[in-house]
């Protein structure tokens, strides 16, 4: 195959020379990743009849299993739990063959086609094309209390489930972009939103700053940072420390929002593709295509800007149409590969 990279400098082949990947099946289509992208790019190319597996990683279903209901979603004009509604993407992807595995893409080697993977550090898959689905995880604080209250009050997304809080109080935690934006988003249900920030000065770009602060439903808690969150079976408060003083104050919110920061689930593909510095792989504008002829990335791995479950979708199908697009021009150079690929 023309274009394929070089294994960058830090590569481990040790992986590679331990497994047998003589034997190992090639498969059309491996899809990485069990989201909202994934499981669209795996409807789509099972309708395609490529028969592509899905590798569906640490959390099948992606964010939205950890969601409550999803009302933002098209088509479900009640609301679908988060974790019904990727049943539901699942069972569509499975009816047209998709073959949806459990396990995790540990290793992978571009530089060479068919394309080789390890899942779990032990088993070989061979790819004639690649689509990167991983999606990205929400950053948390890393309480115990706050992991226990999720979706019972705490949440990573304000687009979400901010809706479900209407004429109660609430906090943030933030000082980028995403919590100006979602501290905005969260007034038009809340009597009040606080955003806690652990300095005397924010991150964010000084529009939303300013947007923020201008906004009297807005108060700021400078210089503090959330040590728990309080509540048996929903969000009843939250207790903060002023990082200066050391004192520890409680306030009775009933929905703490975690915004600072995600993280794209890209580290397994450092080094082959490239990445933004926060490490969101970066596509060919309007496509899916990455620079490595065959490999494909789709939803929030390469999306830091929308990060919805219909958009992700939406790419999912691009990187869908994208590979079948690629096979069938790379025909003849995939049948080079045939007494392999076979
Ligand atoms: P971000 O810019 O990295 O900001 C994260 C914020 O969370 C920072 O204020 C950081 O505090 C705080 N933080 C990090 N770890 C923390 C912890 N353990 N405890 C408490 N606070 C913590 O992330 P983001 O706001 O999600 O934005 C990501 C990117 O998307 C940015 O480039 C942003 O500009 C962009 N974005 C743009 C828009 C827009 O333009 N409309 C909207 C959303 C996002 P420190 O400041 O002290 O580090």
Not at 41 to 67: C, D, F, H, M, W
Not at 142 to 168: I, K
């Amino acid at each position: 195959m023309q274009g394929l990279p070089s294994r960058p400098a830090d590569f481990d082949l040790a992986p590679f020379e331990r497994l047998d990947f003589s034997s190992a099946d090639v498969h059309s289509v491996v899809v990485v990743g069990s989201g909202p992208a994934g499981l669209t790019a795996a409807l789509y190319t099972g309708r395609a009849n490529l028969s592509p597996v899905v590798i569906q990683g640490p959390e099948p279903g992606g964010q939205l299993i950890t969601t409550t209901d999803v009302e933002n979603y098209p088509g479900f004009p009640e609301g679908i739990m988060g974790p019904d509604m990727m049943r539901k993407f699942e069972e569509q992807a499975s009816r047209f063959g998709a073959d949806l595995r459990y396990g995790m893409v540990t290793a992978v080697d571009f530089s060479v086609y068919p394309f080789r993977l390890i899942v779990d550090e032990e088993r070989p898959l061979l790819a004639e094309s690649v689509i990167i689905s991983t999606g990205a995880s929400a950053k948390y604080i890393g309480l115990p209390n706050e992991q226990r209250l999720l979706g019972r009050g705490v949440s990573a997304c304000a687009t979400c489930d901010g809706a479900f809080f209407r004429g109660v109080e609430l906090a943030i935690v933030g000082g980028g972009d995403t919590a100006m934006e979602e501290a905005l988003f969260l007034t038009r249900f809340a009597t009040k939103v606080y955003v806690i920030h652990r300095r005397d000065e924010l991150r964010a770009s000084k529009i939303m700053a300013e947007r923020a602060m201008a906004n009297e439903k807005i108060e700021f808690v400078w210089n503090s940072q959330v040590v728990d969150v309080l509540g048996e079976t929903d969000v009843e408060g939250i207790a903060l420390e002023n990082v200066r003083t050391g004192e520890v104050t409680q306030l009775d919110v009933k929905g703490l929002f975690v915004a600072i920061g995600h993280k794209p689930n890209t580290d397994v593909f450092k080094g082959w593709l490239p990445m933004n510095d926060a490490g969101y792989i970066e596509t060919v504008k309007g496509s899916t295509y990455t620079n490595i002829p065959g490999v494909f990335a789709c939803g929030d791995a390469q999306d830091h800007v929308y990060r919805q479950a219909v958009t992700a979708a939406g790419t999912g199908c691009m990187a869908a149409i994208d590979s079948e697009r690629w096979l069938a021009e790379h025909e003849a150079e995939r049948a080079a590969v045939a007494p392999l690929a076979k």
